[in-house]
């Protein structure tokens, strides 16, 4: 059975029963302190089956049935090995709400309205090549901070000066800053801050899915897994807890320049104590396509929650030389017209 998209239940594509999915409780996700998820042993781990894509270093599950495929990040054939992965459970997802042909009209559309594509891969594209469902890891950090600093404040006078222009002398008002030191707290409590944990991807494209919904997460079950693939996380936590912080340091620096005022500001110190910091591995759903044209791979990602499309853009160097010659021409003509005309 599998998990169909936009409905809480399992389906069986052979025979069509149904079962509904009696989803726990929102309530039930767990916020987990980051010294338990620090400390080896500390979290609730599983081990899963995973295999290693041997041309993009993916690592991601298989059905136990599976015993060989294509990568489905780079469309590389894999050969299922045995190898194990223990790692910290999720502690929640946001189950797929695009079924397959949804995702693959999304992806159809966007290439569609690409100027400059080889018409040969968008009908390669086209031929109804299965898209692959995943579910893709990522961390999320609460924490409560206080940040004390030091800085300046720039605000803006005018002095009157006494220049010449056109051999006559004229009074003109020159823009100055006045500064001023500063020195203040500011507190922010940051929640579910999003942190890739895949290196499968570039995170341009899974930057340019955001935004997620984060209220659709469920909590954990297998059951929505059935029929898709998981992604086994390749960027550790405490790691990921380092990419957090640097988010969390742009917004807080944002804040004291507010805090800070007048017309331009500059940081001189910033101290921030972090506390009640915690953290959920979370899996997010991404349709995806490889297709391998004329040697390379070019991926193409959905996001399985809201339709977003970001793609590897191929050029055609045909269509690119076709519109310069054509633009010479237009050029031409009109340089000719408007020389005939003087």
Request: proline share 5%.
């Amino acid at each position: 059975m599998r998990f169909d998209p936009g409905d809480d239940r399992l389906v069986c594509d052979h025979c069509g029963h149904i079962e509904a999915l009696r989803a726990a409780p929102w309530s039930q996700i767990a916020e987990i302190a980051i010294e338990r998820g620090l400390d080896a042993g500390g979290a609730e781990t599983e081990e899963t089956r995973v295999t290693d894509c041997p041309n993009c270093g993916a690592r991601f599950e298989f059905d136990p049935a599976i015993h060989a495929a294509e990568c489905p990040f780079c469309a590389t054939p894999v050969v299922i090995d045995t190898g194990t992965d223990r790692h910290i459970k999720p502690a929640a997802l946001v189950p797929f709400a695009l079924e397959e042909a949804q995702a693959r009209q999304a992806m159809t559309d966007w290439l569609g309205n690409l100027w400059f594509a080889p018409n040969g891969l968008q009908k390669y594209a086209r031929k109804g090549q299965r898209m692959q469902g995943i579910y893709v890891p990522f961390w999320t950090f609460d924490a409560q901070t206080d940040t004390a600093y030091t800085g300046q404040r720039g605000d803006t006078y005018y002095e009157t000066q006494t220049v010449v222009r056109d051999g006559k002398r004229v009074q003109v008002h020159v823009p100055k800053i006045r500064w001023s030191p500063r020195r203040g707290r500011v507190r922010r409590f940051f929640d579910d801050v999003l942190v890739l944990a895949s290196t499968s991807l570039p995170k341009s494209h899974t930057d340019a899915l955001q935004p997620w919904d984060l209220s659709g997460l469920a909590p954990y079950a297998p059951q929505y897994l059935a029929g898709f693939r998981a992604e086994a996380y390749r960027v550790d936590l405490e790691d990921g807890l380092a990419e957090a912080r640097q988010i969390m340091d742009t917004v807080i620096a944002r804040d004291i320049r507010m805090d800070i005022g007048g017309d331009r500001q500059q940081i001189t110190s910033a101290k921030t104590q972090m506390s009640d910091v915690t953290f959920k591995h979370v899996l997010l759903p991404v349709w995806i396509a490889a297709y391998r044209y004329r040697g390379k791979s070019f991926r193409f990602v959905v996001n399985g929650q809201t339709g977003r499309v970001r793609g590897e853009r191929p050029w055609s160097t045909w269509k690119i030389a076709a519109a310069v010659i054509a633009a010479l021409i237009v050029a031409a003509i009109a340089a000719a017209i408007y020389a005939g005309a003087q």
